[in-house]
């Protein structure tokens, strides 16, 4: 009676790598995984800062190369506006809506302490 019973095993456990051939090959069976959390810790940036070569300026927010830093793009130019400052810097600005040039103005308003 042991024989029949490895056998009846060795078939079932053919049986199963041919289903589960053809459902990987179909997609049966798919689980989707939730997507992960980036991790908290900044490696993945220091990993790209370091791997990046720039022989002008590297610019440390968006790792573009560029001759000088206030030439540093911003992150998200759709929604910010770049604004260069009158130290060679420049800083980025959210639009908020505004028409093109009044962050730029606000933030000189701001600096001369007008508002």
Known sequence: MRIPTLIFLALMGTVSAQFGFFE??????????????????????????????CDKYLCPDTLACVHFPHHCPCQWPAHEEKVELADGNRICVSRGGFKVGEAARKVELARKGLL
Request: overall charge neutral; glycine content about 14%; charged content about 15%.
């Open 24 to 53: 990987q090959m179909f997609g049966g069976g798919q689980q989707q995984q939730a997507p992960q959390n980036v991790p908290s810790d900044s490696e993945q940036y220091r990993a790209r800062y370091l791997g990046s070569h």
